[in-house]
């Protein structure tokens, strides 16, 4: 039974598949709980293969009839899916409080991420433009239709799991395919059945969304080796996302991979100090550091290294932890006590190596206080490492090129900041580091619906958001008409 009910959600906890909901067939049960005090959110009984390929197969046959809908009318699928988030705003906020221990902060910018990417996907119908391309040959016209590639598997993480589910899910349902959609374990109803009690109320034929709460020990690669699903587009470790690229490359599917980062936000000499600390530190805490964006490395310049040190642990120091209900709160709990360990070994490891603590709270259970390691050098294994939770590297530099390599010095490549009074000078510097985006005078988390999202390296393949998930989504038809008699050469 899920603990913040509203109106029409008492099916939450089930599968979501052909459009009914229904407990999941492998009679293995998953709770779902809050991470702050350990209470029951809900109880899922998990899907099975057997659930995955009824899912896949309803996804498919769903997808013939939602792509011929006309186009208006499958825009007013996303119209509503828009109306019917706003509308529950508050029971959505509880919802991520109580499932993933986001703060009240972290819930509004989640819920409005996903207002914005519906209201793009909205767009999406309207533009699968088609091209007249001209021929060599007399009398002959060469057409490209934009179709749905099908059916699109989409397997989501647990840090913003409404949003980066739905930042998949909303794209692949409007240009005219079926999803089938996997949360993670620890977020099934706000990364899974959620979106599927969304769409289900904004009339989309049903069978055209399935969702599977479930758990890879129970379904191996089923998930991925389906032979339904043309394209599989996956949020979360770049382990999992090398492990999905492989199966994907095996299988002939194309992989859409939005994987980890170690971004670095750079101070340059000339940086507005108090400009830098302020995104230095939304950069590395909100959400407690559980974003892939979230600036695991601040680079100072030595000679403000001391003054930024200073006035960054003081901002720290003075960030409210605790329960994610107080709306005072910023940093709330890790999503599960492994993570915490995790995070807590890696702390321990990264001082014994040498790393400065200029800050150090306490960890208890998923509770993890601020950490801030100052002189980490790019020898340290914590330098290479990505961070998932309130703790920060400061590194000092002496100049530009250096502070380029050590940016670069990293598998990853999401996101980055530089912190300059010459805006020119930034986007100069910014060019020079090795991430699919970077951010001058500003932090290094965003994500705007209209603008390409996506890592180099080992931080993914592809890019969303606006035309780019068009394209991921969609396939290229060339369908040629020789309009008079074509004289072959035999």
């Not at 400009?275 to 490395?297: D, E, K, P, W, Y």
């Not at 080992?458 to 074509?486: C, M, P, Q, Y």
Request: include cysteine; hydrophobic fraction near 45%; charged fraction near 25%.
């Amino acid at each position: 039974m899920i603990s913040t009910p509203a109106t029409g959600w008492a099916d939450l906890d089930k599968q979501f598949i052909a459009g009914a909901w229904e407990p999941g067939g492998s009679g293995k049960q998953l709770r779902d709980t809050n991470p702050y005090d350990g209470s029951l959110v809900a109880e899922f009984t998990v899907a099975d293969t057997a659930d995955v390929d009824r899912a896949f197969v309803s996804a498919q046959d769903a997808q013939r009839g939602w792509w011929k809908t006309n186009a208006y009318r499958r825009r007013t699928v996303f119209e509503q899916a828009v109306r019917y988030v706003e509308d529950h705003t508050a029971e959505i906020t509880e919802l991520i409080i109580d499932e993933l221990g986001g703060t009240r902060l972290k819930a509004a910018f989640e819920i409005g991420l996903v207002v914005d990417i519906l209201k793009e996907a909205a767009t999406f119908p309207l533009r699968m433009e088609g091209r007249i391309l001209p021929s060599p040959i007399e009398d002959k016209e060469n057409r490209l239709y934009r179709e749905p590639v099908g059916v699109v598997g989409v397997i989501s993480p647990f840090n913003f799991p409404f949003f980066l589910s739905m930042k998949s899910v909303a794209p692949a349902l409007a240009a005219g395919n079926g999803v089938v959609l996997k949360p993670h374990e620890d977020t099934p109803i706000t990364g899974g059945t959620l979106i599927g009690k969304i769409f289900e109320q904004a009339d989309l034929p049903a069978g055209a969304l399935n969702v599977l709460v479930t758990e890879i020990p129970v379904i191996g690669d089923a998930f991925l080796r389906h032979p339904v699903p043309r394209v599989l587009s996956f949020t979360g470790s770049t382990a999992v996302g090398r492990h999905i690229a492989e199966v994907a490359a095996q299988e002939f599917k194309k992989p859409v991979l939005e994987l980890g980062g170690n971004s670095a936000l750079v101070v340059l000499a000339d940086a507005d100090l108090d400009l830098a600390v302020a995104a230095a530190v939304f950069s590395r805490f909100t959400h407690q550091g559980q974003i892939c964006m979230s600036a695991n490395r601040v680079l100072v310049h030595r000679s403000r290294y001391e003054e930024f040190a200073a006035a960054y642990v003081a901002a720290i120091a003075a960030l409210p932890v605790g329960d994610p209900r107080d709306p005072e709160t910023v940093i709330g709990p890790l999503i599960n006590a492994k993570q915490a360990e995790t995070l807590a070994r890696q702390v321990d490891e990264g001082i014994a190596a040498g790393a400065r603590p200029l800050l150090r709270g306490e960890v208890s259970g998923t509770r993890f206080e601020p950490v801030v390691l100052a002189d980490v050098t790019a020898d340290l294994p914590i330098a290479h490492a990505e961070l998932f939770g309130p703790v920060a590297c400061l590194m000092p530099f002496d100049d530009e090129d250096e502070a380029v390599a050590i940016a670069n010095d990293t598998p990853f490549g999401l996101s980055g900041a530089v912190h300059t009074r010459d805006l020119e000078h930034g986007v100069e510097f910014a060019k020079r580091i090795e991430t699919g985006m970077v951010h001058v005078n500003d932090a290094t988390i965003h994500d705007e619906a209209i603008v390409a999202f996506g890592g180099e390296k080992a931080s993914g393949l592809g890019r969303l958001n606006g035309e780019w998930s068009l394209a991921e989504f969609t396939t290229l038809k060339w369908i040629s008409v020789h309009r008079g008699r074509r004289v072959f050469p035999y």
